[in-house]
Nanobody, 116 residues
Framework: QVQLVESGGGLVQSGGSLRLSCAAS????????MGWYRQAPGNQRDMVAT???????TYADSVKGRFIISRDNAKNTVYLQMNSLKPEDTAVYYC??????????WGQGTQVTVSS
């Protein structure tokens, strides 16, 4: 059974930083593409950043230069370092593990709130 457990969310002032973590279990982490997505109230869930098994990263334009995704295969954990946070970054952040369209799992989400 695949499990993804996020941590590290919270309340931060505009311009501050947070680091999200997502610990995976129940499957081969190192061979999976990992990603962070976010969903604000009334909005769809959008991609924030992804990292492939080979370490290739992709970022949404809105977070380029501010957020960094990384992974530690020895710890089965993916991270999202968020710097220069803005109020518009406020959302529930979800961890995603994917190997195909049908092998695709989500964490429970962690709230990030950025005050102005």
């Amino acid at each position: 059974q695949v499990q993804l457990v996020e941590s590290g969310g919270g309340l931060v002032q505009s311009g501050g930083s947070l680091r999200l973590s997502c610990a995976a279990s129940g499957t081969s982490f190192s061979s999976s593409t990992m990603g962070w997505y976010r969903q604000a109230p009334g909005n769809q869930r959008d991609m924030v950043a992804t990292i492939t098994s080979g370490g290739t990263t992709t970022y949404a334009d809105s977070v380029k230069g501010r957020f960094i995704i990384s992974r530690d295969n020895a710890k089965n954990t993916v991270y999202l370092q968020m710097n220069s946070l803005k109020p518009e970054d406020t959302a529930v952040y979800y961890c995603n593990l994917r190997r195909s369209s049908w092998f695709n799992f989500w964490g429970q989400g962690t709230q990030v709130t950025v005050s102005s």
